[in-house]
């Protein structure tokens, strides 16, 4: 067999480039067991689901996949399984056989194909800052927290800090969307409310954060989000009360960070990503 090689592009960060590297290795020596935790939290759940059934699909005993996720198999990944050792006419019976999981799929799909999920945080907020005025740009952020693996996980982050940054005076989340790492926008404060992210520069300036701190990228799912936030949001597809009154691609403040403004190591090396995306 050719040697594997894990090709870097200089985009994804060390913790990427390790995921790879052990897929490769698992690769040859062919271990196609659950995948480790820790990849979740590094890549996403989709992400994990994805290598699972592709593992599976490549050779995994059933015995050795979870059944959890063995009933989570994709419809592709189904399809790959069907079609080892079958004949078309084999395999097109297989596939009608396939009825509920491919419904399934069917409805969960997003009206645009690009669309990402999005969801509100659902929390207490009040506005004591002002109107944001005329936007002017975008400013990217990270938490300089933990980066929990889950949309569920970064939701209940979210919460927090809008509890604490409400603590502080604030009366909301001091940022207006957040990413998670699945790419589920997250809608934290309403977009027409001044922010409190970067201090003497949110009046015009719509903050975007990320669970997370140091040494960290985002995940693909997260810098594809963010693209369609900055092409997108400003568009019916944005519910109303998040809705940016300007498209964010076309500011000329648009893809800036903390650092641009304040003497902070934020957005670390999130910074790569919000700069590249925009
Ligand atoms: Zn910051």
């Known amino acids: 067999m050719k040697p594997y090689r894990v090709v870097t592009n200089g985009m994804s960060g060390a913790d990427v480039q390790a995921v790879k590297g052990g897929i490769v290795a698992r690769l040859r020596a062919r271990r196609f067991g659950g995948l480790p935790k820790a990849w979740d939290s590094t890549m996403?759940?989709?992400?994990?689901?994805?290598?699972?059934?592709?593992?599976?699909?490549?050779?995994?005993?059933?015995?050795?996949?979870s059944a959890a996720r063995h009933g989570r198999l994709t419809v592709g990944a189904q399809r790959m399984l069907l079609a080892h050792r079958r004949t078309p006419a084999q395999l097109a019976r297989?596939?009608?056989?396939?009825?509920?999981?491919?419904?399934?799929?069917?409805?969960?799909?997003?009206?645009?194909?690009s669309k990402p999920r999005i969801v509100r945080l659902q929390a207490a907020m009040a506005n004591n800052q002002g109107s944001i005025?005329?936007?002017?740009?975008?400013?990217?952020?990270?938490?300089?927290?933990?980066r929990p693996g889950t949309r569920s996980g970064d939701l209940s982050y979210f919460r927090q800090y809008n509890a604490q940054h409400r603590g502080q005076g604030w009366g909301a989340i001091g940022y207006h969307y957040g990413l998670a790492i699945d790419g589920t926008i997250l809608l934290l404060r309403p977009a027409s409310w001044r922010g409190c992210h970067t201090a003497g520069a949110n009046t015009g300036r719509l903050g975007i954060v990320v669970n997370g701190?140091?040494?960290?990228?985002?995940?693909?799912?997260?810098?594809?989000?963010?693209?369609?936030?900055l092409n997108n949001a400003h568009t019916s597809a944005m519910p109303a009360s998040h809705r940016a009154s300007a498209r964010l691609s076309s500011l000329p403040g648009v893809g800036k960070v903390h650092k641009d403004y304040n003497a902070t190591s934020c957005a670390?090396?999130?910074?790569?990503?919000?700069?590249?995306?925009?």
């Open 268 to 278: 670390g090396d999130f910074t790569t990503d919000y700069r590249s995306a925009a």
């Open 44 to 65: 996403g759940p989709r992400f994990a689901d994805m290598a699972g059934d592709a593992l599976h699909a490549l050779g995994a005993a059933p015995s050795t996949v």
């Open 133 to 146: 005025g005329a936007l002017t740009g975008t400013v990217g952020h990270y938490t300089a927290g933990p």
């Open 213 to 229: 701190g140091p040494g960290q990228r985002m995940t693909a799912a997260q810098r594809a989000s963010y693209r369609w936030l």
């Open 94 to 113: 297989a596939t009608a056989r396939l009825p509920t999981t491919r419904r399934r799929a069917k409805a969960s799909r997003q009206p645009g194909p």
